[in-house]
């Protein structure tokens, strides 16, 4: 049988199970789950697996799993392919889980549902009897941010370091076997087309900001306080007026929330917090912006004569993607839509865990449509759930079959090719180098 040959025969056998690939898409979305608490979903991926015959691992890195599957014609490196768990917190969303505000507003169900087409796909065909390495099926959690006093909370009690999935995975050497890894990532841009492959991503560092004041009746003796809402509002402002002094090639991305602005309004607030993230192209790119970020906070302590607790924390690092890999991608992509139908998405300025692991093996994180609406927004719908569950799973089967076909030639060519930034600890050591707490008294 040709490699072609196989991978229609995988494909096939994907689409005749395309209704059950479809309900689990459709699962997860009833049932969203915030990072690293994702019980509910690791479980129905877990059994989903078990039902292939595989022996899967869970509980990694809190509730990832994963399950191997060796090909038969030799050793070779290992291709993981990866989804994301995690749903996010969305105000306004018609589906949003009305006790922890989760929703599915960035298509982490359609990574599973596509995650476990393939692997019915490649498992159901024996397609990996004639292939030479080996498959990890990775179900990954928390590459959402947000629900940040929760994970530190987890830090402090030694349950978690980093805050995100990928970036613990890393840390805990669950990845330390994985040569090559890809996911497909579920776009409702009309731009991006059916699929695209992006060039890069942004970077990011995460940020707390605690101001703390003064309390004192805000009616009747005001001066006697020192107002950190002030103090906060202050630090945004002078935030807002640094943008112009970003480089528009550094791709700068900086945007506060403010989590705690007082306690009662009759008091002058003793105490505000912000959040933000530092993002940005490259990572001299973030830590200049970021030593600027640190100057406007400062700036809005000194000013009411507050003090400021600056926490920068070790976030996510720049996607590179391999360009070995995306040429793969777009073969097979177009093979599926249609020639020229894979476009090219050049960098994008929103984040991903998906950049960690980039740094240190070569990896594709491409795109594909079936939804609609604004990423991270209250309208994000799946519209066409084949394009957005099924097709993910078929392009990710062909991508191992291609790549792990005829001794693992194709991905050996991809390890052959790479210059990784980082190796495995050089990453760890330099995450745990970004993390600093820093006492700013205005006063």
Same mark, same amino acid.
């Given at each position: ?64 799993? =994963? %399950?191997?599957? /060796? #090909? *038969? !014609? ?5 291709? +993981? &392919?990866?989804?994301?768990?995690? $749903? @996010? ?124 004041? =003064? %309390?004192?009746? /805000? #009616? *009747? !003796? ?5 107002? +950190? &809402?002030?103090?906060?509002?202050? $630090? @945004? ?207």
């Amino acid at each position: 049988m040709t490699r072609d040959e196989v991978k229609q025969r995988v494909g096939e056998a994907i689409e005749r199970h395309a209704d059950a690939i479809v309900a689990v898409g459709e699962a997860i979305r009833r049932h969203p789950e915030l990072g690293f608490k994702e019980s509910r979903t690791a479980a129905l991926v877990e059994a989903k697996f078990r039902e292939l015959g595989l022996a899967p691992r869970s509980g990694l890195a809190l509730t990832g799993v =994963r %399950a191997d599957v /060796a #090909g *038969g !014609a030799g050793p070779g490196p290992t291709f +993981a &392919l990866l989804g994301e768990l995690d $749903a @996010l917190v969305v105000a306004g969303h018609p589906e949003a889980d009305p006790s922890t505000g989760a929703v599915h507003a960035c298509g982490h169900n359609a990574q599973i549902a596509g995650l476990v087409g393939a692997a019915i796909g490649l498992v159901t065909t024996k397609a990996l009897d004639g292939l030479a390495g080996r498959v990890a099926f990775m179900a990954v959690p928390a590459e959402e941010g947000g629900d940040l006093e929760w994970r530190l909370n987890e830090v402090r009690e030694g349950r978690l370091e980093f805050l995100g999935g990928k970036c613990e995975l890393l840390r805990l050497g669950h990845l330390d076997d994985v040569d090559l890894a890809m996911m497909i990532h579920t776009t409702p841009r009309p731009e991006d087309g059916v699929a695209c492959v992006p060039g890069s991503n942004n970077g990011r560092f995460g940020k707390t900001a605690r101001f703390l004041g =003064r %309390a004192a009746h /805000a #009616g *009747g !003796a005001p001066h006697l306080g020192v107002n +950190a &809402l002030y103090a906060a509002q202050i $630090a @945004l402002t002078a935030i807002n007026a640094l943008r112009e002094t970003f480089r528009d090639d550094d791709t700068i991305r900086v945007h506060p929330i403010l989590t705690h602005g007082g306690s009662q309004v009759n008091v002058i607030p003793a105490e505000a917090r912000l959040e933000t993230y530092v993002r940005g192209r490259t990572l001299e790119g973030i830590r200049d912006a970021n030593d600027k970020v640190d100057r406007a906070l400062r700036a809005g302590a000194l000013a009411l004569g507050a003090s400021v607790e600056i926490e920068t924390l070790p976030g996510y690092l720049p996607l590179r993607t391999d360009p070995t890999m995306a040429r793969a991608f777009r073969q097979n992509a177009d093979g599926l839509f249609g020639a020229g139908a894979c476009r090219e998405a050049g960098h994008r300025t929103g984040s991903t865990d998906m950049g960690d692991l980039s740094q240190v093996i070569p990896v594709v994180h491409p795109y594909m449509g079936g939804a609609r609406g604004a990423g991270h927004g209250a309208d994000y719908e799946i519209v066409d759930p084949h394009l957005a569950y099924v097709m993910p799973a078929r392009a990710m089967a062909a991508m191992v079959v291609d790549l792990l076909w005829d001794g693992a030639g194709g991905a050996r060519e991809v390890i052959a090719n790479a210059r990784p930034a980082m190796t495995r600890q050089s990453y760890v050591e330099f995450q745990r180098s970004i993390r600093r707490r820093e006492v700013y008294r205005g006063a």
